[in-house]
């Protein structure tokens, strides 16, 4: 729907505005629910809606000097951007500088290639990374081995600043 989709370009707008009033720099773009493709849509055209509403923000992002991260997340929480690869695309697609990937360490273990690829692969997109288990802990609350994600870093972080987020045991 045409009408939903200037709605949705608006509230991005908003919020980017809203990050750059508080002093933030960088917003997150992950809403699982929100991005979820209706059964009636192609992946083809769900792909062009996207890019046609990012790309109403991607000025006002550069404007404010804010970076918008693309977080790809598991198939159980959405069925659009699964992979580090197809957030990938839509970031190239979208081709701003301001326009980064986050990496998840829950998302990266719904992969099926290996963290540590994953992170080297997107070293020149990356520019924040959630530190949580597959089971949405901190690291070392579940089963996630984040020893590759850890190796991945340690040879992208001289090419790249990274903020890294570690969530805190509760």
Same mark, same amino acid.
């Given at each position: 729907d045409p009408e939903v989709r200037g709605r949705t370009a608006d509230s991005l707008l908003g919020l980017v505005r809203l990050c750059a009033d508080l002093g933030g720099q960088v917003r997150l773009f992950v809403s699982p629910a929100q991005r979820g493709i209706l059964d009636r849509i192609a992946l083809h055209d769900a792909w062009g809606y996207a890019v /046609? +509403? #990012?790309s109403k923000v991607v000025s006002e992002v550069e404007r404010q000097g804010i970076t918008l991260c693309v977080e790809p997340l598991s198939p159980h929480e959405t =069925?659009?951007? =699964? +992979?580090?690869a197809e957030a990938s695309m #839509?970031?190239?697609e979208l081709n701003s500088p301001n326009v980064k990937l986050i990496l998840d360490g829950k998302a990266m273990s719904s992969e099926q +290639?290996? %963290?540590d690829q994953i992170v080297l692969a997107n070293g020149d997109i990356l520019a924040h990374v959630h530190a949580n288990d597959a089971n949405r802990g901190y690291p070392g609350s579940g089963t996630t081995d984040f020893? %590759?994600?850890a190796e991945g870093l340690g040879r992208v972080l001289p090419l790249v600043g990274l903020e890294v987020a570690v %969530?805190? /045991?509760a």
């Amino acid at each position: 729907d045409p009408e939903v989709r200037g709605r949705t370009a608006d509230s991005l707008l908003g919020l980017v505005r809203l990050c750059a009033d508080l002093g933030g720099q960088v917003r997150l773009f992950v809403s699982p629910a929100q991005r979820g493709i209706l059964d009636r849509i192609a992946l083809h055209d769900a792909w062009g809606y996207a890019v /046609e +509403t #990012l790309s109403k923000v991607v000025s006002e992002v550069e404007r404010q000097g804010i970076t918008l991260c693309v977080e790809p997340l598991s198939p159980h929480e959405t =069925n659009f951007i =699964n +992979t580090a690869a197809e957030a990938s695309m #839509l970031i190239k697609e979208l081709n701003s500088p301001n326009v980064k990937l986050i990496l998840d360490g829950k998302a990266m273990s719904s992969e099926q +290639t290996a %963290p540590d690829q994953i992170v080297l692969a997107n070293g020149d997109i990356l520019a924040h990374v959630h530190a949580n288990d597959a089971n949405r802990g901190y690291p070392g609350s579940g089963t996630t081995d984040f020893r %590759p994600v850890a190796e991945g870093l340690g040879r992208v972080l001289p090419l790249v600043g990274l903020e890294v987020a570690v %969530p805190l /045991e509760a």
